[in-house]
């Protein structure tokens, strides 16, 4: 068990690192491909470009979660979590030689292709990552190691920058020597992202599928019993409501195999969603999801836009560019380190006390009087108190994380019956990726466009926090309750 919460945990840290390391490789490819330009447009990559390489991971995920949740349920969650996997890392090794064509796509539409391919692979984790572990915890402990290995996400999110700095240290005589060569840098940067899923791939191929998902596989098609795998029966919490599963002996295997009893006329995705019991769960799931992400990659696309408000960023124009890139991922880790990563590891420790709801509830409502708070006072707070800056927006991002960005991976890898808990997860996170492209392509033109659009910005996602903190009365509370809460056998009347 601690082995596939190890494999589940670095797939998420090698996520965040993938998705993340843009916002640094989009700055040094403005002093790769804009070092000559004119004007403010020196050293910066177009808006245009910015935005596209930036909404690609984003895109393939949205895909990727749809589409791969789906298969899970249908191939397999393991033999589908492998395939995303080994996705990602083709597609990591790919983007990072992405170049221009001698006639056609410059280098930033190439990569904006390996990149949303990247992102599909990336996506299938969500899901896949949620079902495989819920179903191998027990109610006990089931958020709580569900919310750790989503945890992990922010040690990524720290290393991006860290590696950044390193990468750009071994260069940077000759960086400040000739500007090219940081080339080399964003390609390393992005390369670094294939390492911990190589890492962990051979583990990721040997993982089973829980006795739970088999048992419905069996009940699916029974002719697949043989292929129960019984080292996974002790992982499965067997209870009075639980799926009816036996042990039978044979004597001419040394092993035990499951025996189970078929269900009959059990309801179809469309005839379980359909009623609106079970829709509102799924619709509450995936509009918190869709409202938070709005504001989570709004923000984390663009902390460049943050580090530059706090006054950490330097002059891209006149400092050195290798100082300022380090500048910059020095205040990528700082922030990050205040509120980001803590947050996870609160909600680690307390989601088994306090319950999803309630962590998910009072992460919107703070979020909602927070973001409201840096909206209205923007320039205010910025003019009188960086520091008083700094604390609000780091207690928004503390938030975040001991708030809806990880319940809303939580909650739907437990509400949702075991036939398609991963295709409804996926549904959920999909949304969310729905409202990261949002944020990024429609509300950051505002940014662009009017010279009041970041605190315009944080108002409008002040207004998304108290969507999320309102849909999230739909959805049932999970904390000590096992995974047949959700009707799990329900049959036609």
């Known amino acids: ?13 090698n996520d965040a690192y993938d998705m993340f390391a843009i916002n640094i490789v989009a700055i040094i490819l403005g002093f790769v491909y804009y070092h000559d330009a004119e004007g403010s447009a020196q050293n910066t990559v177009p808006k245009k470009w910015d935005t596209l390489i930036k909404i690609a991971v ?3 995920c949205l895909l990727g979660q749809l ?7 249908k191939i397999g969650h393991t033999t589908v979590y492998s395939a995303s996997l080994m996705i990602a890392i083709i597609t990591t090794i790919a983007s990072a030689f992405s170049n221009s064509m001698v006639k056609g796509f410059n280098v930033f539409i190439v990569l904006f292709i390996w990149r949303v391919l990247l992102g599909f692979g990336i996506g299938g984790d969500y899901p896949l990552t949620a079902t495989i572990v819920s179903e191998y915890a027990s109610p006990k402990n089931r958020g709580k190691l569900m919310a750790g290995v989503f945890a992990w996400q922010g040690f990524g999110n720290v290393l991006t920058p860290i590696v950044s700095i390193i990468v750009t240290a071994c260069f940077a005589s000759k960086i400040d020597a000739d500007v090219l060569y940081l080339d080399y840098v964003w390609r390393i940067i992005i390369g670094v992202g294939c390492i911990p899923g190589v890492a962990t791939l051979y583990w990721h191929l040997t993982m089973a599928d829980s006795t739970r998902f088999q048992n419905i596989q069996v009940t699916n098609n029974p002719s697949n019993i043989d292929s129960i795998d019984s080292e996974d029966d002790k992982f499965l919490v067997v209870d009075s409501q639980s799926i009816n599963i036996s042990s039978q002996s044979s004597e001419n295997s040394p092993r035990s195999v499951p025996v189970v009893e078929p269900q009959q006329h059990v309801k179809s995705f469309g005839q379980y969603f359909g009623e609106w019991r079970h829709l509102k769960v799924l619709l509450g799931t995936s509009i918190a999801w869709f409202a938070l992400d709005v504001a989570f990659y709004g923000i ?9 408000a706090i006054g950490f960023a330097g002059n891209i124009r006149e400092d050195k560019p290798s100082h300022f890139i380090k500048r910059n991922c020095l205040g990528s880790i700082i922030i990050n380190i205040l509120g980001s990563v803590p947050g996870y590891w609160i909600t680690v420790f307390t989601i088994e006390k306090l319950g999803r709801k309630t962590i998910q509830l009072m992460g919107f409502g703070i979020l909602t009087i927070l973001y409201t708070i840096l909206g209205f006072a923007y320039n205010q707070s910025l003019s009188k108190s960086t520091g008083a800056f700094i604390f609000l927006f780091s207690l928004a991002q503390l938030f975040q994380n001991f708030g809806p960005n990880v319940t809303t991976f939580v909650i739907p890898g437990e509400v949702f019956p075991t036939r398609f808990r991963s295709t409804a997860h996926g549904i959920s996170a999909a949304a969310g990726k729905l409202g990261a492209i949002v944020a990024q392509v429609g509300f950051l033109q505002l940014a662009n466009g009017c010279s009041q659009g970041d605190y315009h910005l944080l108002q409008i996602f002040g207004a998304f926090m108290l969507l999320g903190f309102f849909v999230t009365f739909w959805i049932p509370e999970p904390k000590g309750k096992t995974l047949e809460i959700c009707g799990e056998n329900e049959e036609l009347n």
Do not use: E, H, P, Y
């Open 67 to 73: 589409v791969l949740g789906r298969l899970g349920d």
């Open 58 to 60: 984003q895109i393939g």
């Open 1 to 13: 068990m601690i082995k596939k919460l190890t494999v589940c945990g670095v797939a998420f840290l």
């Open 300 to 308: 984390n696309l663009n902390s460049s836009v943050v580090i530059k």
